[in-house]
């Protein structure tokens, strides 16, 4: 993510896709109290795979102390200085130029690092994928992913499943009253407004789960199958736990439960179950929901594959084939979404 950092103040802007420069609070995206400044001063924005800034003030702009035309757009590159109204002792350092993304940004210096593989070493801002685990896989506290079915981050509890959703410049905080840690969502406009974009969109409901569990139980592999495609997820420990939760919802439907109570068993039981304590049982549902998110983009539904209420939790409205060795156990159709 591109950001600019102020050199007389120390202070840091991130870019967001449009950004705009100006005295005007209510109509930019970073204010300057600057003398000569105009209400929209300056723009910068990222076309084509690249940023430019546009000046469209009376009292100009500078590159390197070097004037830019009015109105005339020009590619930005990385360690320029940008002022603003001549006002050259106030500069702007470009310090990186990176494509924007959505990021987690430390408020608190003491904040953790989060697993990515995208993590800013000297920054320690965190560029977020579609499932991320807070603070980090070996102490689970929350679930921050990208729920595509309304197009916006959602933070969930790991302990009661409690979800809200986190919005642009949002704080989320955790830890213990000695020891919390702060982060302010960053999430800038994925597209402008004279752009479209046309996906193939799925229903988690159109794939059927053919998950194939070894004779000795020790091995589940697990398919995606839907009349377009199959997705191979291979063997992973995690697809036990869908496996698991799927059988306790088809014993419910022979047993005649009602569909409100069918399925939902008591994590403290589920760990117990699968031999292991509730981290573990944490770290397996983000990596399944992780999984299964990743190979499904741009599919209606997936944030619905484990529904969770407080201390229960339960596989949601998807078909599934369970095979042992090479014979079917199970089968379950689910009803349309």
């Known amino acids: 993510m591109a950001f600019l950092i102020n050199e007389q103040s120390g202070d840091r ?21 600057l003398a000569g400044i105009s209400k929209i001063h300056a723009v910068v924005e990222f076309r084509d795979d690249h940023w430019s800034l546009r000046d469209i003030s009376k009292n100009g702009t500078w590159i390197d102390r070097a004037r830019v035309d009015n109105g005339l757009p020009v590619r ?21 130029l990176h494509p924007p993304a959505d990021l987690l940004i430390p408020v608190t210096p003491a904040s953790p690092k989060i697993q990515s593989n995208d993590l800013d070493k000297d920054t320690q801002e965190i560029r977020l994928e579609p499932y991320n685990v ?25 302990d009661t499943g409690m979800q809200q959703e986190i919005e642009h410049r949002q704080q989320i905080s955790m830890g213990s009253s000695t020891n919390r840690h702060t982060w302010q969502l960053h999430t800038p406009p994925m597209l402008n407004q004279t752009e479209e974009l046309f996906f193939d969109i799925d229903q988690l409901q159109q794939f059927v789960f053919e998950f194939h569990l070894s004779q000795d139980e ?19 420990s995690h ?33 117990k179950d699968l031999g292991i304590d509730a981290a573990h049982l944490n770290i397996l549902i983000f990596r ?17 594959l484990l529904e969770r209420r407080r201390g229960y939790i339960r596989i949601g409205n998807i078909s599934f084939n369970i095979h042992k060795s090479s014979q079917m156990i199970s089968t379950f159709d689910a009803a349309p979404a």
């Not at 306790?248 to 069918?262: M, P, R, V």
């Not at 399944?288 to 619905?304: A, H």
């Open 13 to 33: 802007i991130y870019l967001n896709r449009h950004h705009t420069f100006g005295r005007r609070e209510d109509a930019v995206d970073t204010q300057l109290h």
């Open 76 to 96: 930005l590159k990385a360690k320029q200085r940008i002022a603003f109204a001549g006002q050259l002792d106030d500069s702007w350092l470009i310090e990186n």
């Open 134 to 158: 807070l603070p980090d896989e070996q102490q689970p506290e929350k679930i921050l992913f990208l729920d595509n079915d309304i197009g916006a981050w959602i933070l969930e509890d790991c």
């Open 218 to 236: 020790e091995t589940t592999s697990l398919k995606l199958v839907s009349e377009k495609r199959t997705i191979d997820l291979g063997e992973r």
């Open 239 to 271: 697809h036990y736990l869908l496996l698991h939760l799927a059988r306790q919802k088809f014993d419910a439907l022979n047993k005649g439960y009602e569909d409100s109570d069918i399925g939902w068993i008591d994590k403290e039981n589920l760990a």
């Open 288 to 304: 399944s929901r992780k999984q299964i998110g990743e190979s499904l983009p741009f599919t209606i539904g997936v944030n619905q």
